[in-house]
């Protein structure tokens, strides 16, 4: 694929990792066409691209999808991610989860292009198993709050498959664990922003329950390259794509505390409800299939993640 050029289109292209999904193809010459309705992303994370092989269409993927181009690769990243996200939008990830990804497999199915999906850690909900292998089938409550992306994106799963199995769509399932670095929006709720604007700005972090519940980041670069691994394999089933090494939120606030010299202390809050006491992936699929492993270390990737942070604080106080 990264010999003849291709015309791929991201939806959700304006998010975190859609964008630099998108900045990796267009570094490799491809044509990129990123379709986002700008719900959670931003145009600051591709305005970037602006003199490049580029196009960008503002656009609802639940509605109908029309490209008037040939395209050869369809990456169906549209999705609230984070729970602030996804707890302020429950339909509208419902939604996305269900009727933009029928859009776009019927894209993919029409155009006859390869399709991949972004789909989450969130599928094993709250696992008995560690780490999570992809045949672990998932300990999900579909009725709680967070139930609204869980199932978008098990759905979003099942229909990509049923199109595989039904029209011959060559698709590709990503499970993505918890990335992180450049681009993530600093009021995004998750571990790292949260932690990173805090301690930046002299507040203390807040940690829930008592911290001891575990989680595996993921530098975004090593994400893309796991992502694109996958797209370029012959793997039809789900893949994790994520970091192995497992570390308490605890230990990631710590981190955190020590990469920005802050003196924030930790602060404890109640757990939120169905909130994963474990998160780990089991990568043995990757490696074997692409050959895949992260290369980034934690406290390399806080290290470059920093800086991205540094300057969103600064822009938000100058514009105070």
């Given at each position: 694929?990264?010999?003849?050029?291709?015309?791929?289109?991201?939806?959700?292209?304006?998010g975190?990792i859609?964008?630099h999904?998108?900045?990796?193809?267009?570094?490799?010459?491809?044509?990129?066409?990123?379709?986002?309705?700008?719900l959670t992303?931003?145009?600051?994370?591709?305005?970037?691209?602006?003199?490049?092989?580029?196009?960008?269409?503002?656009?609802d993927?639940?509605?109908?999808?029309?490209?008037?181009?040939?395209?050869?690769?369809?990456?169906?990243?549209?999705?609230?991610?984070?729970?602030?996200?996804?707890?302020?939008?429950?339909?509208q990830?419902?939604?996305?989860?269900?009727?933009?990804?029928?859009?776009?497999?019927?894209?993919?199915?029409?155009?006859?292009?390869?399709?991949?999906?972004?789909?989450?850690?969130?599928?094993?909900?709250?696992?008995?198993?560690?780490p999570?292998?992809e045949t672990?089938?998932?300990?999900?409550?579909?009725?709680?709050?967070?139930?609204?992306?869980?199932?978008?994106?098990?759905?979003?799963?099942?229909?990509?498959m049923?199109?595989?199995?039904?029209?011959?769509?060559?698709?590709?399932?990503?499970?993505?664990f918890?990335?992180?670095?450049?681009?993530?929006?600093?009021?995004?709720?998750?571990?790292?922003?949260?932690?990173?604007?805090?301690?930046?700005?002299?507040?203390?972090?807040?940690?829930?329950?008592?911290?001891?519940?575990t989680?595996?980041?993921?530098?975004?670069?090593?994400?893309?390259?796991?992502l694109?691994?996958?797209?370029?394999?012959?793997?039809?089933?789900?893949?994790?794509?994520?970091?192995?090494?497992?570390?308490?939120?605890?230990e990631?606030?710590?981190?955190?505390?020590?990469?920005?010299?802050?003196?924030?202390?930790?602060?404890?809050e109640d757990?939120?409800?169905?909130?994963?006491?474990?998160?780990?992936?089991?990568?043995?699929?990757?490696?074997?299939?692409?050959?895949?492993?992260?290369?980034?270390?934690?406290?390399?990737?806080?290290?470059?993640?920093?800086?991205?942070?540094q300057?969103?604080?600064?822009?938000?106080?100058?514009?105070?």
């Open positions: 694929m990264n010999d003849v050029k291709q015309t791929i289109l991201i939806t959700g292209g304006a975190f859609g964008s999904l998108a900045e990796f193809f267009l570094d490799e010459g491809h044509r990129v066409i990123v379709m986002d309705n700008l992303g931003s145009t600051s994370n591709i305005s970037r691209f602006a003199n490049r092989d580029y196009l960008f269409i503002e656009h993927v639940t509605n109908y999808i029309v490209v008037d181009e040939p395209i050869g690769h369809i990456l169906h990243f549209a999705s609230p991610a984070s729970p602030i996200d996804y707890l302020k939008f429950p339909i990830t419902l939604k996305v989860g269900a009727l933009g990804t029928h859009k776009a497999l019927g894209l993919a199915y029409a155009k006859k292009a390869r399709f991949m999906i972004a789909s989450t850690s969130e599928v094993y909900g709250d696992p008995q198993v560690n999570q292998p672990y089938w998932g300990h999900v409550n579909p009725i709680g709050p967070r139930g609204v992306y869980d199932e978008a994106k098990r759905f979003a799963e099942a229909m990509t049923a199109y595989h199995r039904t029209h011959g769509v060559d698709t590709r399932i990503a499970r993505i918890n990335t992180y670095g450049p681009r993530m929006r600093i009021d995004d709720g998750r571990a790292v922003p949260n932690f990173m604007l805090q301690a930046l700005t002299g507040k203390q972090l807040t940690v829930y329950g008592d911290g001891q519940q989680r595996s980041f993921c530098y975004v670069d090593d994400t893309v390259r796991g694109v691994g996958l797209l370029r394999s012959d793997e039809h089933q789900p893949v994790n794509v994520g970091n192995p090494n497992e570390i308490t939120i605890r990631i606030a710590e981190r955190v505390i020590d990469v920005t010299g802050s003196d924030s202390k930790l602060i404890f757990l939120p409800v169905d909130d994963p006491k474990v998160r780990r992936p089991d990568t043995r699929r990757a490696e074997a299939t692409f050959d895949w492993k992260p290369q980034v270390d934690l406290a390399e990737g806080l290290e470059r993640t920093l800086p991205w942070f300057s969103e604080v600064a822009r938000l106080q100058a514009a105070d």
